[in-house]
């Protein structure tokens, strides 16, 4: 009996060890199996030229602007159509629409028009960027002339303003990301679209840079008004703080992939807002002085990269410290908050200054356009005789790139002051009411699609489908938020 009872244990002992060793061996379950294999897919790559990427970003505008036109020729008024109710609170306008009907067709339009055509264009027809710029631009050309000989008596309206421009812009950049954060994870969408490893330009590299200079332009240092103590700067960084440590939860959590020498381990888009809006809180001058502030930042920082930080920041050097392991995100802090003081200041000298008219006038306009002008010589020198364009560190080559670039986009929007009767369509509305709820959208969609598909080897027809069905169906929820009067703004 003894020796029975110890071949029963032996054998006991044998099937747990062999069903150990067989638990050990199966793959460890993971919400993102092909994590490492997609942080792959977008790392190493140098982007494409500054031509490619300024033809890119003469399209979209273009797109708007021929939507505008379209709406002109065909005589079409979805807000009166749409009996559509308006009321104003601290000088927003929020447009409350009571025909279902009439505002689904001018969405159903503008996602025609606008969102389809740009998806088009940054990924199956990437190679036709330059033949597409041409053409809509004759395209709108022709339509403007013919516009203005049936309009010959028809005087300019408030929906004509600044302002307006400057929503389109700020819309536009939000279309951008919110289809290049996905698209970027398809196979049909060009790697030299995607973001830069250390050196270069591409589409999605004007990302971050973008929207601090597009908060700078409009911010309230900008137009000259009293923005408080820093007590309130403080208050109002909060929410930044709050995304920024729930997307490094989340991201942690659900095992998602992380281009680690963007911004650093830790790092990610909101922490570099709220740096920005905790600086600019103790650091609060008048608008006429942050030029100086902003360029005396930007040099001594670019100085401070040729010196030796430049080596370190682009190596793979990374230490135990926190600040090692998020050097990237840290150190170009300091690139960004020059940017964004060159930017309030720019906004005020152009826009805001007693001398300045903030109606698109053509003065206004040529203005834009010559600053726009300057400031791509400006990156030319740069690029070539101090350091090349980096994203990943910001240097100084990198903001003048941004500036001259998104000035050139707001003066094509600008000139929306010659296509008569025009106004913001109502997709663009609907986003510029909505601007971080379609971020945080578009982010949590962006996420599940990865999470439940293998987006890299995915084929070219299903990639364009799935990229177009996210680009309706965000264009679908934005648009009923903004139909029920609903808004979310935390700042």
Known sequence: MVDQRGGLTKVYIFFNLLSFLMMDSLPKQTLNPNKHLKEQFVSNLDGSSILEIAA?????????????????????????????????????EIVVYRNWKAYTN??????????????LFFTV?????????????????????????????????????????????????????????????????????????????SLMDLGVGSFVLANAIV??????????????????????????????????????????????????FFFTLAAIS??????NIPAKY???????????????LISGLNTYLLSDERGTDIISKNKEGVYSILGYWGMYLLGVHLGYRLFYAKHSNIRSTTSSIAR???VSLLLWIVTILLDNYVQRISRRTCNMPYVTWVLAQDLQALGIFMLSSYIPMNKLSSLEEAID??????????????????????????????????????????????GTIHFSGFRLKFW
Not at 290 to 304: K, N, R
Not at 448 to 460: C, R
């Open 290 to 304: 942050c030029g100086i502030l902003g360029f005396s930042v930007l040099a001594g920082y670019q100085t401070w």
């Open 125 to 201: 027809l990437s190679e036709w960027v330059y033949l597409g710029a041409v053409l809509l631009s004759l395209l709108l050309l022709i339509l403007s002339v013919t516009a203005k000989r049936s309009s010959s008596g028809l005087q300019r309206g408030p929906s004509l303003s600044f302002r307006a421009s400057v929503s389109s812009y700020r819309v536009a950049l939000m279309l951008i990301t919110c289809l290049c954060i996905l698209a970027v994870d398809f196979t049909i969408f060009p790697r030299r679209y995607a973001k830069t490893e250390t050196y270069g330009t």
């Open 56 to 92: 890119l970003l003469t399209i979209v505008p273009l797109l708007v602007l021929l939507r505008y036109s379209i709406d002109f020729h065909w005589k079409i008024d979805y807000n009166n159509g749409g009996n559509a109710v308006s009321s104003k609170k601290n000088d927003d």
């Open 219 to 268: 911010s309230r240092q900008a137009r000259d008004v009293s923005s408080g103590n820093w007590i309130t700067g403080l208050k109002g960084t909060a929410p930044l703080l709050l995304l920024a440590f729930i997307r490094l939860v989340t991201t942690s959590g659900v095992d998602y992939q992380v281009h680690v020498t963007e911004y650093g381990v830790h790092w990610n």
């Open 106 to 119: 001018a969405i159903s339009l503008d996602f025609i028009f606008i969102v389809f055509p740009m998806l």
């Open 368 to 370: 834009v356009f010559l």
């Open 433 to 478: 009411q909505n601007l971080l709820a379609t971020f945080l959208l578009a982010n949590l969609v962006t996420g599940m699609v990865n999470l439940t598909i293998d987006t890299i080897f995915a084929s070219p027809f299903s990639s364009l489908l799935i990229l177009t069905a996210y680009a309706f169906a965000l264009s679908a929820i934005i």
């Open 278 to 283: 905790i600086l600019t809180s103790f650091v």
